[in-house]
């Protein structure tokens, strides 16, 4: 059953990563292209 939890904990951490990384990437994205280089 460990292996089970170690999974899901991988597949949590590895899916908080990749959100992470998008939202900072539409975060970075977004107002460049709305507001222009500040």
Do not use: D
């Not at 899901?8 to 709305?34: E, N, Q, Y």
């Amino acid at each position: 059953m460990s292996w089970l939890i170690a999974q899901v904990w991988i597949l949590l951490l590895a899916a908080f990563v990749v959100g992470s990384a998008a939202a900072w990437l539409l975060h970075r994205a977004l107002p460049a292209r709305s507001k222009g280089v500040r």
